[in-house]
Antibody, heavy 117, light 110 residues
Framework: QVQLQESGPGLVESSGTLPLTCAVSGDSISSRNWWSWVRQSPGKGLEWIGE???????TYNPSLRGRVTISVDKSRNQLSLSLTSLTAADTAVYYC??????????WGQGALVTVSS | EIVLTQSPGTLSLSPGERATLSCRASQSVSSTYLAWYQQKPGQAPRLLIYGASSRATGIPDRFSGSGSGTDFTLTISRLEPEDFAVYYC???????????FGQGTKLEIK
C-alpha cells in the first residue's frame, strides 16, 4: 500500500519561499506517471496546485503560475513543491497525491503551513 | 473554466437513511472526468468514486455515483455513523488543464 508523507517548515515569512517535499513509500514513484499537489485553506475547500508527469513535465494551476514549481526526484522516491512570493492567502494545509484515472487516488496526511507577516 | 456547484450545503440525516448529494457543472463534463471524495475532520480527502460511477478500491457498495452532462449525484444507500463527513465532487478539465473541486456538502447527524 503506497504511503505519502509531506514535510516542510510549518511557519514561513511573508514574501518568502515555501519548500515542501513528499516522501513516497510502499511503492516506486515511477509506478504512476502523474503526481499532484493540492491545498486547503483553513475552513475552506480544495484547490489543485499542479501536477507532474514523470514522462513529460509539470502543469500548474493558472492562478499560481509563475510562483509554483513541482519536481520529482526518482532516486529519492520523492516529490517536491516550491511556492514563492508568499502571502497570508497561501496559509493552508498542503497535500501531495498520486493521481488515478482523472482523479486523486492516494493522499498524504497533509502539512500545515502558516505564512507570517 | 468549469465551475462545480454542490447542493445542499449541509444535509442533516439519521443513520440508516439514504443520502443524495448533488454536483452541478457550469458546462458539460465527461463522465470519465468526474470524481467524489469524502473528508473527515483533520484527515485528507479519500477518493470514493471516479469516472462518475466507479467505486475506488475498498469503498463499500453503499456508495454509488451516477449522472452525466452537467448533473451528477452521489448516493449513500444506508448511512453508517462513519459516513458523516464533508463530500466534494471534482472534475478534470482540459482547457485549462487541471482539477477543480466543488465547494463541498457537509453531511451531519440529525
Amino acid at each position: 500500500q503506497v504511503q505519502l508523507q509531506e514535510s516542510g517548515p510549518g511557519l514561513v515569512e511573508s514574501s518568502g519561499t515555501l519548500p515542501l517535499t513528499c516522501a513516497v513509500s510502499g511503492d516506486s514513484i515511477s509506478s504512476r506517471n502523474w503526481w499532484s499537489w493540492v491545498r486547503q485553506s483553513p475552513g475552506k475547500g480544495l484547490e489543485w496546485i499542479g501536477e507532474i508527469d514523470l514522462s513529460g513535465g509539470p502543469t500548474y494551476n493558472p492562478s499560481l503560475r509563475g510562483r509554483v514549481t513541482i519536481s520529482v526526484d526518482k532516486s529519492r522516491n520523492q516529490l517536491s513543491l516550491s511556492l514563492t512570493s508568499l502571502t497570508a492567502a497561501d496559509t493552508a494545509v498542503y497535500y501531495c497525491a498520486r493521481n488515478g484515472p482523472f482523479s486523486l487516488e492516494n493522499w498524504g496526511q497533509g502539512a500545515l503551513v502558516t505564512v507570517s507577516s | 473554466e468549469i465551475v462545480l456547484t454542490q447542493s445542499p450545503g449541509t444535509l442533516s440525516l439519521s443513520p440508516g437513511e439514504r443520502a443524495t448529494l448533488s454536483c452541478r457543472a457550469s458546462q458539460s463534463v465527461s463522465s470519465t472526468y468526474l470524481a467524489w471524495y469524502q473528508q473527515k475532520p483533520g484527515q485528507a480527502p479519500r477518493l470514493l468514486i471516479y469516472g462518475a460511477s466507479s467505486r475506488a478500491t475498498g469503498i463499500p457498495d453503499r456508495f454509488s455515483g451516477s449522472g452525466s452532462g452537467t448533473d451528477f449525484t452521489l448516493t449513500i444507500s444506508r448511512l453508517e455513523p462513519e459516513d458523516f463527513a464533508v463530500y466534494y465532487c471534482q472534475q478534470f478539465g482540459t482547457s485549462p488543464p487541471g482539477y477543480t473541486f466543488g465547494q463541498g456538502t457537509k453531511l451531519e447527524i440529525k
